[in-house]
């Protein structure tokens, strides 16, 4: 897989640069997560990650398969938890709140950190229905015409409304994968959360239908802190403000996008982007 | 679709805002230089002479912009055109801004003499100049070929000027050797107007190449006929 293997040598120091917060340090921190380590069983898939999301802006996970991203935007709403046998160490604050102290909520976690993934996964209901749900088991809207408007709101929060206003009732399965992966954003978009983690969102999309997701990123970050996962640096380079990139577990640069792209701080970093190692 | 699209044309629109504000800034001072020398103005040659940091924080901003727009979007066909012309376009304008300092700094030796003669050429090298400069430019924001190509045909009025410039000078030198040093500054005054015109012709080229993907640099011009052509 690569034409470099650092050593962990060569990795070692790392987590002593905590976390630095990128240059739009003007934004208000709203993850941090200091010194997390992650196990599945004995295998230690996070070491000593220490990183500062900024609010309402986007930030990218990159790295090679394997390297721990998509593992890590997975802890930062508990998404590891169904997984048997996996451990945190370390804390991640959000909004200062320790998630993983006892007595979380978790039900509320994910409704403040919604999650999008790399295969769009609609219910097998109307398309109403699917935004509907999450309103409806969170008890979100006081009457069916509250609930109409917050659907529709959503619908075109996530620009798919004018697509799909006139077949709310068809099954959402008869969509495009581009426009099911749309209304998948729609239906997080409709519990109002604070974070939007999206995995590789549009990696199963064609090229036009990705653009209309990365202008749907481009525009939700107004009102969403957002984090993403891709192996596609290109569209880590187009819809970021933040880059973090992760090798063999470890978080080994976290910088503003352009500079990563352009000048990247570590030499691992730059064999990365310019495609020698990974 | 159009919204990722939407946020870099508009990233595109203002690295274009930016180089026509260089534009103007390297043809205003290349106005400035000319008509200190005409006019014999010390304050507009030292206006000019002092002031070159708007046009150079400008050459590195517009460097920077391309950078970045490069890097990130990735920018296929007529936009990747687009940027690779905007990198060339602003070392033209950056050098045709370091030669209006070229202009006020031999002016500002040219008028510690009484003058040689009435100066009729060199406005009239320092007007095509600008207008080249302005055409090109215009071209550019506008994507019109057209005008592109009539600055590449202006750039020989030009060299036909320095040449004549040139002719002149020599009979003065030679009939007076005390105006060797001062006409060996109108020469280098002409030299330097001349050179702006180039840059122009470049950027025109660079004009053609973002629009129609065809490269015209190296070639001769064909001038129309006077009767136009087809």
């Keep these: ?278 | 679709m159009e919204r990722v699209v939407r946020h870099f044309q508009e990233e595109l629109e203002t690295l274009k805002q930016r180089l026509l504000a260089m534009g103007g800034l390297a043809e205003e001072r290349t106005r400035v230089a000319v008509e200190g020398v005409v006019d014999r103005d010390h304050d507009a040659i030292q206006a000019v002479l002092s002031g070159d940091e708007p046009i150079n924080d400008l050459h590195i901003e517009v460097d920077d912009r391309c950078f970045k727009l490069l890097a990130l979007h990735q920018p296929m066909a007529a936009d990747l055109r687009a940027i690779v012309a905007a990198v060339k376009i602003n070392t033209d304008l950056e050098r045709v801004g370091d030669l209006a300092v070229n202009v006020a700094e031999a002016g500002k030796r040219y008028l510690q003499h009484p003058p040689v003669k009435p100066l009729i050429d060199i406005p009239r090298m320092g007007d095509i100049a600008q207008l080249m400069l302005r055409d090109a430019l215009d071209a550019f924001v506008r994507r019109d070929l057209a005008l592109a190509e009539a600055v590449l045909l202006r750039d020989d009025e030009l060299d036909a000027l320095k040449t004549q410039i040139f002719r002149e000078l020599l009979t003065y030198m030679l009939q007076d050797p005390s105006t060797i040093e001062p006409a060996l500054d109108l020469l280098l005054i002409s030299r330097h107007l001349e050179r702006i015109g180039d840059h122009a012709t470049n950027i025109a080229e660079d004009v053609i190449f973002m629009v129609s993907a065809r490269d015209v640099r190296h070639q001769p011009v064909d001038a129309p006929g006077p009767g136009g052509r087809g």
């Design chain 1, 1 to 278: 897989m690569s034409v470099v293997t650092p050593s962990v040598a060569s990795l070692s120091g790392l987590t002593a640069r905590p976390g630095q917060p990128p240059a739009r340090a003007d934004a208000p921190v709203k993850i941090d997560v200091d010194r997390m380590n992650f196990y599945y069983g004995a295998k230690r898939a996070l070491d000593g990650i220490s990183i500062q999301i900024r609010a309402n802006l986007v930030t990218a996970f990159i790295g090679p398969s394997g390297c721990g991203k998509s593992t890590f935007l997975r802890s930062l709403n508990r998404m590891n938890d169904i997984i048997p046998a996996t451990r945190v160490e370390g804390t991640v604050l959000i909004d200062g709140q320790d998630i993983y102290a006892p007595g979380v909520d978790v039900v509320e976690l994910r409704r403040r950190v919604g999650m999008v993934f790399q295969k769009s996964n609609p219910f097998p209901k109307s398309i109403f229905e699917n935004v509907a749900y999450g309103l409806r088991i969170n008890d979100m809207a006081r009457s069916k015409a509250e609930l109409a408007d917050r659907v529709e709101e959503s619908l075109r929060q996530a620009a798919i409304f004018d697509e799909v206003k006139d077949r709310l009732q068809d099954s959402a399965l008869a969509l495009s994968g581009g426009q099911q992966q749309r209304l998948c954003i729609a239906r997080a978009l409709a519990i109002r959360p604070e974070i939007l983690l999206m995995d590789e969102p549009a990696s199963a999309l064609d090229p036009i239908a990705t653009q209309r997701i990365e202008e749907l990123i481009y525009d939700l970050k107004k009102t969403y802190t957002i984090v993403i996962v891709t192996h596609n640096m290109q569209q880590a380079a187009r819809v970021s403000d933040h880059t973090a990139f992760f090798w063999l577990g470890r978080l080994v640069e976290y910088d503003r996008t352009d500079r990563i792209f352009t000048a990247p701080a570590e030499k691992l970093t730059e064999d990365y982007v310019t495609g020698r190692c990974g």
